[in-house]
């Protein structure tokens, strides 16, 4: 797994780099066929302090890309609210994968 993170108007830290990575492990335990993995921290010049720091992840995983961006005022919870919303969607792409080969019904005759 390819792990890229960089921020925008931030510098990542350390222990924000290992937070993010600790977090993402996560999905890796649900599937682990995931190939890439840019993880975009950053911080919104904007009036409002509410959705002020960003975070935004895209997961190339093997046949789909998937794409999940949350705003927080704090940008752990910004990071949680990432990580819940790319666990559901890995797993929906997973159960999608394994339900599609189904067995064929038996004929009566």
């Known amino acids: 797994m390819n792990?890229?993170?960089?921020g925008h108007h931030l510098e990542?830290?350390?222990?924000?780099r290992s937070y993010v990575t600790e977090k993402l492990d996560r999905i890796k335990r649900h599937?682990?066929?995931?190939?890439d993995v840019k993880v975009?921290?950053?911080i919104e010049n904007q009036t409002e302090k509410d959705g002020r720091q960003?975070?935004?992840c895209n997961i190339h995983v093997k046949g789909n890309d998937m794409f999940a961006e949350s705003a927080h005022h704090d940008l752990y919870a910004a990071v949680?609210?990432?990580?819940d919303k790319l666990d559901r969607q890995?797993?929906?792409?997973?159960?999608r994968i394994r339900?599609?080969?189904?067995?064929?019904p038996k004929r009566l005759m």
């Open 40 to 42: 975009l921290l950053s």
């Open 80 to 83: 949680d609210d990432l990580v």
């Open 54 to 56: 960003k975070a935004e």
């Open 99 to 104: 339900n599609h080969h189904h067995e064929s």
């Open 90 to 95: 890995v797993v929906r792409h997973k159960d």
């Open 31 to 35: 599937f682990d066929q995931v190939v």
């Open 12 to 16: 990542v830290t350390p222990a924000l």
């Open 3 to 6: 792990l890229t993170i960089s």
